[in-house]
T-cell receptor
Framework: AQKVTQAQTEISVVEKEDVTLDCVYE???????LFWYKQPPSGELVFLIR??????QNEISGRYSWNFQKSTSSFNFTITASQVVDSAVYFC???????????FGTGTRLKVLA | NAGVTQTPKFQVLKTGQSMTLQCAQD?????MSWYRQDPGMGLRLIHY???????DQGEVPNGYNVSRSTTEDFPLRLLSAAPSQTSVYFC???????????FGQGTRLTVV
C-alpha cells in the first residue's frame, strides 16, 4: 500500500527564516513519482515540483529547494528566506508509475509572520 | 487558455437533494479526476477517467457518480446529498501518465 505522511500539521516562522517541510512516503514500487503542491489562501492548487524515483539529485528553484532521499523515503521541501506570500498549505503526493492516481499527504500549513 | 474550469464555486444543498458539479478542460487531456479535500485528510480520489467513455472508482466513490461522454467534460453527480459530503471538491486533468495534474479552482459544497 502507498502512503504519504506529513507529520507537521502547522508551522509558524518569522519572515526571512528558513523552513523545511517534511514528507515521508511508503511504497513497494521501484518506480514512482513524488510531487509538491502549494495551496494559497485563495484555494487553488499550484504545482511546484515532480521528481521520479530514479533521480535523487536535489533541486533548487530560487528560494525553494527539495531534498529527495530514497534511503529514508523522504522528499523534504525547504524555503529559504521565507516571505509572507509563502503562507499556504503545502501538500506532498505520490503516484505509481503508469497511473494517474495520486496519494496525498494531509498537508502542512505554513504561516509566515511579518 | 482557461485550463480546468469548475462550476459552481460554492453550493449549499439540503440533505437528500441531488446535484451535478461541472468540470471542463480545454487542454485535450485524456485523464481527468475528482478529489475531495477535508480538514486533516488531504485530498482523496473519488473517481477518475482515462478517456471518453471510461471511468473508474477511486478511494472514496460511495455516493457519487461520474460519466465521460466527451474528452472535455467530466461531471460529478451527488445522488442524494448527505452532510458527510460537505467538502471542497477539486477536478483535475493530466496530459499523460506520470505527469503533474492541473487542478480547477475547487467547489465548496455544504450539505445541511
Amino acid at each position: 500500500a502507498q502512503k504519504v505522511t506529513q507529520a507537521q500539521t502547522e508551522i509558524s516562522v518569522v519572515e526571512k527564516e528558513d523552513v523545511t517541510l517534511d514528507c515521508v512516503y511508503e511504497t513497494r514500487d521501484t518506480t514512482y513519482y513524488l510531487f509538491w503542491y502549494k495551496q494559497p489562501p485563495s484555494g487553488e492548487l499550484v504545482f511546484l515540483i515532480r521528481r521520479n524515483s530514479f533521480d535523487e539529485q536535489n533541486e533548487i528553484s530560487g528560494r525553494y529547494s527539495w531534498n529527495f532521499q530514497k534511503s529514508t523515503s523522504s522528499f523534504n521541501f525547504t524555503i529559504t528566506a521565507s516571505q509572507v506570500v509563502d503562507s499556504a498549505v503545502y501538500f506532498c503526493a505520490l503516484s505509481k508509475r503508469g497511473t494517474y492516481k495520486y496519494i496525498f499527504g494531509t498537508g502542512t500549513r505554513l504561516k509566515v509572520l511579518a | 487558455n482557461a485550463g480546468v474550469t469548475q462550476t459552481p464555486k460554492f453550493q449549499v444543498l439540503k440533505t437528500g437533494q441531488s446535484m451535478t458539479l461541472q468540470c471542463a478542460q480545454d487542454m485535450n487531456h485524456e485523464y481527468m479526476s475528482w478529489y475531495r479535500q477535508d480538514p486533516g485528510m488531504g485530498l482523496r480520489l473519488i473517481h477518475y477517467s482515462v478517456g471518453a467513455g471510461i471511468t473508474d472508482q477511486g478511494e472514496v466513490p460511495n455516493g457519487y457518480n461520474v460519466s465521460r461522454s466527451t474528452t472535455e467534460d467530466f461531471p460529478l453527480r451527488l445522488l442524494s446529498a448527505a452532510p458527510s459530503q460537505t467538502s471542497v471538491y477539486f477536478c483535475a486533468s493530466n496530459p499523460r501518465q506520470d505527469t503533474e495534474a492541473f487542478f480547477g479552482q475547487g467547489t465548496r459544497l455544504t450539505v445541511v
